[in-house]
């Protein structure tokens, strides 16, 4: 065997190992929420169940905490989505000199930890709150309005990379088109701008929802009295492990997974398509630029 | 500014320059000023705050470093402690990651062909998008004494007692290893796919042996792919609050976890948010210090 094979032969043993890594984890808690016994394991298996299922429907805690998260998570889609595309906007359209200070400032939140996020949407509203003088059933203390705006920070600047992402390709001559032949600054933005973006208008509403939903570092400090899914399972998790939370476990994992696969065809989808337009647009060309050339006389 | 309104018109302009100015200044330069001013006050109540007590101190800093007046310790060992463990241990897992993903990264991004890479990304994808908190619980169902890993160990005959994980702390660095690796994984990636693979030919037709190829030519081209990577798995470890609560042995703590007990059971804001400034400010030394070390700017680093 040469030392190349042996050298090709640990790259794909390592790179099982890595996968595995990756996967095991997940399977091992799957197989667990199948265990017929009271504490979540894998072994000894004591035999097929779904009981722990239902169990979860009767959990109040839960199904509260659920139902916050489902909002908190609409309210980031509809604070983080129209700040990260004005964000990426502003960017392509921003003087070079002051871009490298504006892009510093807007990226930071995503190298800021989360929990300093939290903590410090949590003591400015609360300031304010004092300032104003707002009783504590006022939006200040809100513990949902707070959520929303503290992960709203650094989701809004995920948005803003994928809008600038696609922005990168978006073609200039096509605004300035639509403005030669008389449509207004609105219309532009309507009817060039907003359908060129849509794709990216549905992934970052995606990722924005499915980020704020799977959140923790920020929410903990900012949702106080309140709970979300995430926060609930935390404290579910802390105090002592019961075989529902794998069975919990599944199921988000099922949706989650679900959801990833169908955003990413739905990506390679829209990818697709436009190395299809471009495809047909560069054979168009070809096929106009033929007879186009003046035959020799 | 009159040629960004002229170009965009009043309207959208409105917009644009509105959300913008929201997000900057309510979302992220007032909130962060404002923990940094905070974090020099005292604990007051609510009815003192712009009294005559409210005066600047660096009581909070103080009490970090040498712990209360009334002790008998000349610092605050506890707290100094857990925050250079912090610091050290992420600086580990860091390492560790990029050892982990560098390979992998170079697989998919010059080795392998167009569908299975594609396959082998979204597998990458998939596992990331599960809860964190759910992944921590995984690693408690892995590494408990009644978990699979001990179980196996005892089958094989390799140990008589179940090892107790969680509190060697073993638990938790498999886990936040685990919970970054794939903030590592996708920066080297990208930036190891621009690599023009006639470079790595051309270094093998002239002999160059594997390593240096990833030494000499791979690895400098990954640059700010690196320390992208780094940088993220670096800050999110040492912020990392849901894996330390779960996974953490209960003897050891987190710098985190000492910042959320000042919010919750300790209730002293003020003191909490001074703790905030001094990890904030740790990882923006880190940030910095991989700027210089790999000469790259912070556009490279967040893409």
Redesign the interface.
């Known amino acids: 065997m040469s030392s190349e094979s042996i050298r090709k032969l640990m790259v794909s043993f390592y790179i099982l190992l890595f996968f595995g890594f990756l996967f095991a984890p997940l399977i091992m808690m799957t197989i667990a929420a199948f265990n017929d016994v009271s504490f979540p394991q894998v072994v000894p298996w004591e035999g097929f169940t779904l009981r722990w299922f239902p169990a979860l429907m009767d959990d109040a805690l839960m199904m509260e905490g659920f139902t916050n998260s489902i909002w908190i998570g609409l309210g980031v889609v509809c604070l983080s989505v129209p700040i990260g595309l004005a964000a990426a906007i502003v960017m392509t359209q921003v003087h070079r000199r002051v871009r490298s200070l504006y892009y510093t400032i807007v990226v930071s939140p995503v190298l800021t930890p989360g929990v300093i996020l939290g903590i410090s949407t949590l003591v400015f509203w609360d300031r304010l709150g004092t300032l104003m003088d707002a009783d504590y059933e006022s939006l200040y203390y809100s513990g949902l309005f707070l959520t929303i705006v503290g992960q709203s920070t650094f989701i809004s600047a995920y948005t803003m990379l994928v809008f600038l992402a696609r922005l990168q390709r978006f073609d200039r001559t096509q605004e300035e088109a639509a403005l030669d032949l008389g449509a207004t600054h609105a219309q532009v933005f309507w009817k060039v701008l907003i359908p060129f973006l849509r794709p990216a208008i549905f992934s970052a509403m995606g990722l924005a929802f499915l980020t704020s939903f799977e959140n923790y570092n920020t929410t903990v400090f900012t949702i106080q009295a309140k709970s979300t899914l995430t926060t609930v399972l935390a404290g579910k998790v802390r105090m002592g492990t019961q075989p529902d939370l794998a069975a919990l476990a599944v199921l988000i994992i099922g949706v989650t997974l679900v959801g990833a696969i169908a955003i990413e065809i739905a990506q390679r989808r829209e990818l697709r398509r436009e190395y299809a337009a471009k495809a047909a647009a560069a054979r168009a060309e070809r096929a106009t630029a033929t007879p186009v050339q003046v035959p020799a006389q | 500014m009159t040629g ?1 309104i002229q ?6 302009s409105t ?6 100015a ?3 200044i309510v ?6 000023a ?2 940094l001013d ?1 974090s020099f006050r005292h604990n007051l109540p ?1 009815g003192k ?1 712009g009294g005559p007590e409210d005066v600047y101190t660096l009581a909070n800093y103080r009490y970090l470093l040498f712990g209360s007046p009334t002790s008998p310790d000349a610092f605050n060992y506890l707290h100094l402690e857990v925050f250079l463990r912090t610091i050290v241990v992420s600086v580990f897992i860091t390492l560790l990651d990029f050892a ?1 993903c560098y ?2 990264a170079y ?1 998919i991004a010059q ?1 392998a062909k167009g569908g299975f890479a594609r396959a082998m990304i ?6 990331f ?14 590494f ?1 004494t ?3 890993i001990n ?1 196996m160990l005892q089958s094989l005959g390799l140990v008589d007692q179940p090892i107790d994980f969680i509190r060697a702390d073993v638990a938790l660095y498999a886990g936040l290893s ?1 919970a970054y ?1 794939l903030l590592m994984v996708f920066p080297l990636y990208n930036a190891i796919e621009s690599l023009d693979h006639n470079q790595i030919e051309a270094a093998r037709d002239l002999g160059s042996p ?1 390593w240096r190829i990833h030494w000499r030519v791979a690895m400098p081209h990954a640059m700010p792919g690196i320390a992208s990577g780094c ?2 798995v670096f ?2 470890s ?5 894996a330390p ?2 996974l953490g042995g209960p003897s050891s703590l987190w710098f ?1 976890q000492i ?2 007990r000042w ?1 919750n059971t300790g209730g002293n ?1 003020p003191q ?2 001074a703790y ?1 400034i001094v ?2 400010a740790a ?1 923006l030394v880190f ?1 910095l210090a991989i700027m210089r070390l790999f000469k790259v ?3 490279e ?3």
């Open positions: 960004f170009r965009n018109g009043i309207v959208i917009y644009l320059i509105g959300a913008v929201v997000w900057m979302m992220i330069v007032l909130p962060q404002y923990m905070y609510p705050i982990l390979p992998i697989y080795v979204l597998l990458l994808i998939l596992p998008w599960v809860n964190e908190i759910l992944r921590a619980f995984a690693f408690r169902i892995l408990g009644s978990g699979v179980a685990y690796v594997w940088t993220l800050m999110l040492a912020g990392a609050l849901a609560q779960i985190t910042i959320y919010f804001w909490g948010a905030a990890l904030l990882c940030v700017s912070l556009g680093i967040a893409r």
